[in-house]
């Protein structure tokens, strides 16, 4: 997921200048990730170097990720006239 997935995702959101995945995914595989190389540094039997190379590689495309669900993120109060097709489109 980290060397193929991520990526390609980064890749086709840049091209697209649009987020197709939700940042709450997003933020849950860096934090995966993230424990996963924390581990893989910490461990009492020395660095676990595989685990850490693709956690260091999730970990920044998870963070690409999120710099880019900010930046194309969508202007959701701009389209609504009045507050009560706000309200309208909450609560009915």
């Known amino acids: ?18 987020v197709g995945i939700h940042w709450t995914l997003v933020i849950l595989a860096g934090v995966v990730y993230c424990s996963r190389g924390l581990f893989a540094l910490t461990n009492e039997n020395g660095i676990i170097w595989y685990t850490l190379v693709s956690d260091t ?4 495309s998870s963070l690409i990720l999120i710099f880019q669900s900010w930046k194309y993120r969508k202007k959701r109060w701009c ?4 507050e009560r097709q706000i309200y ?3 609560f009915v």
Do not use: R
């Not at 997921?1 to 649009?18: S, T």
């Not at 590689?57 to 920044?60: D, E, K």
């Not at 389209?79 to 009045?82: A, D, K």
């Open 79 to 82: 389209c609504y006239e009045n």
């Open 88 to 90: 309208n489109l909450l």
């Open 57 to 60: 590689i999730g970990t920044a």
């Open 1 to 18: 997921m980290a060397l193929i997935a991520l990526p390609a995702q980064i890749f086709k959101n840049w091209k697209e200048k649009k």
